[in-house]
Structure formats: C-alpha cells, structure tokens
C-alpha cells in the first residue's frame, strides 16, 4: 500500500497533478485537486507506524498496559 512521501504516490500525485493541469486548472489548484483525490482513496492513505519503536514511547501509547 503506497503511502504519501513514497516513490509510488508521489508518480501517481504528479500524473494527477498533470492531467489536472491539461483539462485547464491553474497550477496550485492542480496541486490540491491531486492530493485531495489521492487522500480520499484508502489506497493511498498512511497505514500508521509499523514497528513498535514507531508507535512511541512505551508509557504513551494508547494501548499501553502495564
């Protein structure tokens, strides 16, 4: 599942983005129409951190028991 920053959704924001461009939207508004496009798809949306050292300090993750 591509995420936002990596390779893949940044090709797929930029093909967006032009195609956006080409069907007469400004430059920034293609921008915002590309990436609202993409955070709407699940798809595309970050699935979190993926390792436990990404969630945080231990004693304030939400889960935390202990």
């Known amino acids: 599942m591509p995420e936002p920053g990596s390779k893949k959704y ?3 924001r930029a093909r967006l983005r032009k195609d956006a461009e080409q ?3 400004s ?3 293609a921008n ?5 496009e993409l955070q709407e798809g699940e798809a595309w949306r970050s699935s979190g ?9 231990k004693g304030e993750r ?3 028991s202990g």
């Open 10 to 12: 940044d090709t797929r």
């Open 23 to 25: 069907s007469g939207i």
């Open 27 to 29: 430059d920034q508004d």
């Open 32 to 36: 915002a129409v590309a990436n609202e």
């Open 49 to 57: 951190p993926r390792t436990e050292r990404g969630r945080g300090p």
């Open 62 to 64: 939400p889960e935390s």
